[in-house]
């Protein structure tokens, strides 16, 4: 039996009057990982910060059955000049206040990131920077990371490190819900996923249903399968 | 210190620290103070009276532009970034948010512009002379009071004008928006809403209750230079009190609806 980290019902989304979902119900279980697909445009990063409790749905309903802290890493974070990377970190952490989590070197250290405390936060690049805020999702040891494109932007090696850390965090039990684009990325350590598409979601249910429903290999093949279903 | 008052001052601190930090927060505290000293170097030998009702007029533009220079984009960029939406996630209440960048911005501003202001009493105080026979009428001429009324209001006053600010900052979508509304808010707050009375005729207390920069006028040359006992300071307080009150009530329901 699995055990919910947020539970969603009937839920409508609505965006720039297009309806991204209507009536839709949505499981997190804790501990797993959870990938939301889907075009460009199909309503991901809407539906991550609903779940998130960043943004109320147009109708519906959802529970946290965890208490925050969250952490969250936008499709396109950036953050105040004038401070340093480790100034930055530790303003996160004051935030949290008794729940900071691991210190700051630690969470650099785990983002690839070790050595660059010092730096000027706006002097990193891209790829840093979404490094960067990774390591701030990480804050307060959160009991739910929802990430908006983790892997965007970064080199393949990069990319598997951080497949690794979400891995060691599921590992953990905590929840990781991850909008990608980068479905072979994300194929190893998904446990759970939401499809989007078609202006509505198509369908939620754990990885090997999806595959068993369409038939395939793996959260790609399940993806394809079902957006083909609903064409 | 409780899980309360941390993220508050969090909050506050990297307010301050995002002026003292960049070379713009410099370059306005320097504009700023450069024009406060200036004025007060000029009126100095008048008298403390004399002084204070000369930066009166400087303050009333002053105060909002640097208001609005500090904060136009303080919650702008945060949502733009996603920097809020970070805020939120950690469990950061919109109402410890926006005081806090309310607390942070009126300090900054009022670090900036009451700091000019004591160093202009120094000024004063050292380059006063007799006071002229008209102007010595009233006490208030050899008496640094008016300074030290003037300087702790104006520190009201950017605090009135950090929460209008912020409202301004939570609600527009872009940063063309932004600079947008900026000239509009400076505009409405030094001439805009007095202008009111010019074209549609207004009670006094109604006028000073509408208008932040009308009461900052009335309270300075009121309380601080005595020249106007039987101004309406309760309408001025009643309308900063709303002003200050609504604009952050209004910037924190915005924030509870935003990512």
């Keep these: 039996m699995t055990v919910d980290a947020i539970s969603a019902s009937a839920l409508t989304l609505v965006r720039g009057g297009r309806v991204l979902c209507s009536g839709c119900d949505v499981s997190v279980p804790v501990g797993k990982c959870v990938v939301i697909v889907g075009p460009n445009g199909s309503g991901k990063t809407t539906l991550l910060e609903v ?150 979601m198509v369908q939620a249910g754990s990885v090997a249903d999806l595959m068993a429903r369409t038939a395939s290999e793996g959260l790609p093949g399940a993806y394809r399968g079902l957006l083909e279903e609903t064409a | 210190m409780s899980r309360v008052s941390s993220p508050l001052l969090a909050v506050v601190a990297r307010e301050l620290q995002s002026v003292v930090g960049t070379p713009a927060g410099w370059a306005i505290a320097g504009g700023a103070g450069t024009a406060v000293l200036t004025i007060a170097s000029l009126s100095a030998p008048m008298g403390y009276q004399a002084t204070a009702i000369d930066l009166l007029v400087l303050l009333e533009v002053l105060v909002p532009a640097v208001g609005v220079a500090l904060g136009y984009r303080a919650v702008l960029q945060d949502r733009l970034r996603g920097e809020w939406a970070i805020h939120r996630a950690i469990g950061v209440a919109p109402r410890t948010y926006v005081l806090g960048l309310l607390l942070g911005q009126t300090t900054a501003a009022g670090l900036i512009i009451g700091g000019s202001l004591s160093v202009a009493s120094v000024v004063v ?53 932004a600079v947008l509304g900026a000239v509009v808010v400076v505009g409405l707050l030094v001439v805009g809403i007095d202008a009111v009375a010019i074209v549609l005729p207004t009670p006094l207390p109604v006028l000073v209750a509408m208008s932040p920069g009308a009461a900052y006028r009335t309270l300075v040359l009121t309380v601080a230079v005595g020249l106007t006992p039987d101004a309406p300071v309760g309408a001025a307080l009643l309308g900063w009190f709303t002003w200050l009150s609504g604009a952050t009530l209004l910037s924190i329901r915005r924030l509870r609806t935003t990512a």
Excluded at chain 1, 184 to 193: N, Q, R, S, Y
Excluded at chain 2, 146 to 163: E, F, Q, R
């Design chain 2, 125 to 177: 105080a050292l380059r006063r002379t007799r006071p002229i026979a008209f102007l010595a009428s009233t006490p208030a001429v050899a008496d640094p009071a008016a300074m030290l009324w003037l300087t702790g209001l104006t520190v009201a006053y950017t605090g009135v004008i950090a929460a209008i600010v912020m409202v301004l900052s939570s609600l527009v979508r872009g940063r063309r928006g």
């Design chain 1, 51 to 200: 779940l998130g409790g960043l943004r109320d749905p147009t109708a519906g309903r959802v529970d946290h059955l965890v208490d925050p802290p969250f952490g969250y890493l936008p499709q396109r974070p950036g953050f105040r000049r004038g401070f340093s990377v480790a100034e930055t970190l530790g303003y996160y952490r004051r935030l949290t206040g008794s729940r900071a989590g691991p210190p700051v070197s630690r969470l650099l250290e785990r983002v690839g990131l070790s050595g660059r405390a010092e730096d000027p936060i706006g002097g990193l690049s891209g790829g840093m920077t979404r490094l960067f805020a990774l390591a701030v999702a990480l804050v307060g040891d959160p009991a739910v990371l929802l990430l908006d494109e983790p892997m965007s932007g970064l080199d393949p090696q990069m990319r598997d490190s951080i497949i690794a850390l979400l891995a060691a965090e599921r590992d953990r039990g905590r929840t990781v819900i991850v909008v990608t684009h980068a479905l072979e990325a994300v194929d190893p350590i998904a446990d759970w996923g939401v499809v989007m598409g078609g202006g509505a």
